[in-house]
Antibody, heavy 120, light 111 residues
Framework: QLQLQESGPGMVKPSETLSLSCTVS??????????WGWLRQPPGKGLEWIGTIYYSGTTYYNPSLKSRVTISVDTSKNQFSLKLTSVTASDTAVYYC????????????WGQGILVTVSS | QSALTQPASVSGSPGQSITISCTGTSSDIGGYNYVTWYQQHPGKAPKVIISDVSNRPSGVSNRFSGSKSGNTASLTISGLQAEDEADYYC???????????FGGGTKLTVL
């Protein structure tokens, strides 16, 4: 059974870089047709897609965050990672990683989510 | 502002049916059959309830159904139950300068 688990600091200072990792277990991150995404949800607000990576390294980003986001993959560790630079309080959110199929289909499964608070 | 437009809230009484709309453009919903609907209960990760406009994954109640007309997708929940009270999100593939788009979410209240 495929499982995803986010990890990283729960608090980041304003203007610094938020870094998270997602470890995939129960399957291979190199599976053909599987895409790996990062999403977030500010407290009390809706879901926002941050970006997606394929095992080959091809990335797709939300245009509204593209200038600050880098997603990378480490197939040897079965992990993919998120870096979000120059964070502000508005980046405070629960961050999720999830697998999806090619045409932005079916984000499933999801990680449990990790709350990241931006505060000095 | 989300790329797909959903009503902020809908409500219904137990046993009734409700429909949540999700409006996009010809570059996303209108052009492709890659609409997914998610249900999210408080404090939980979202769950897929409808994929590819109208496909229901195994284990999802047949009270949930999806459809599409033009640039608008719809989620219908029949025989409302208290456990259906949750937030619902639609997504779609898009042919624009990104991969996909989300709706802003709809809060369903079961009266």
């Amino acid at each position: 059974q495929l499982q995803l688990q986010e990890s990283g600091p729960g608090m980041v200072k304003p203007s610094e870089t938020l870094s998270l990792s997602c470890t995939v277990s129960g399957g291979s991150i190199s599976t053909i047709g599987d895409y790996w995404g990062w999403l977030r949800q500010p407290p009390g607000k809706g879901l926002e897609w941050i970006g997606t990576i394929y095992y080959s390294g091809t990335t797709y980003y939300n245009p509204s965050l593209k200038s600050r986001v880098t997603i990378s993959v480490d197939t040897s560790k079965n992990q993919f990672s998120l870096k979000l630079t120059s964070v502000t309080a508005s980046d405070t959110a629960v961050y999720y990683c999830a697998r999806h199929k090619g045409y932005f289909q079916k984000f499933d499964p999801w990680g449990q989510g990790i709350l990241v608070t931006v505060s000095s | 502002q989300s790329a797909l437009t959903q009503p902020a809230s809908v409500s219904g009484s137990p046993g009734q049916s409700i429909t949540i709309s999700c409006t996009g453009t010809s570059s996303d919903i209108g052009g492709y059959n890659y609409v997914t609907w998610y249900q999210q209960h408080p404090g939980k990760a979202p769950k897929v309830i409808i994929s590819d406009v109208s496909n229901r994954p195994s284990g999802v109640s047949n009270r949930f159904s999806g459809s599409k007309s033009g640039n608008t997708a719809s989620l219908t929940i029949s025989g409302l139950q208290a456990e259906d009270e949750a937030d619902y999100y639609c997504t779609s593939y898009t042919s624009t300068n990104t991969l996909g788009v989300f709706g802003g979410g709809t809060k369903l209240t079961v009266l």
